[in-house]
C-alpha cells in the first residue's frame, strides 16, 4: 500500500513513525510542509469544514450527521472535480 499524506503533526509523530515502522506493506510519502495545492484532499476538507461549521446544532450527534450527508452526498465525480483531479 502507498500512503501519501500531508506532514501534520499528527501523522509524524513518534507512536505513527514507530507503528509504520513494524508494517511491512506500507509505503509512505510525505507532502511538501504547508503546501496545500500538492494536496487535493485539502478542498475537500475545506468544504466539509463549512458544511459543519454551518450546521445549526452543535451537539456532537448533529455534527457528525452533518459530516455523514456531506460524505453521502459526493459523488465519484463530483469528489474528483473538487479535488481538482477530474
Known amino acids: 500500500m502507498i500512503l501519501v499524506w500531508d506532514q501534520a503533526t499528527w501523522h509524524t509523530s513518534q507512536e505513527v513513525r514507530r507503528w509504520l515502522g513494524?508494517?511491512?506493506?506500507?509505503?509512505?510519502?510525505l507532502l511538501p510542509v504547508r503546501s496545500p495545492e500538492t494536496n487535493p484532499m485539502e478542498d475537500l476538507w475545506r468544504e466539509l469544514k463549512e458544511q459543519v461549521a454551518a450546521c445549526l446544532e452543535r451537539s456532537?450527534?448533529?455534527?457528525l450527521e452533518s459530516?455523514?450527508?456531506y460524505f453521502d452526498d459526493l459523488s465519484g465525480k463530483s469528489t474528483l472535480q473538487t479535488a481538482g483531479i477530474y
Open 22 to 29: 513494524d508494517q511491512d506493506r506500507i509505503d509512505t510519502y
Open 60 to 63: 456532537l450527534e448533529g455534527l
Open 67 to 69: 459530516c455523514r450527508r
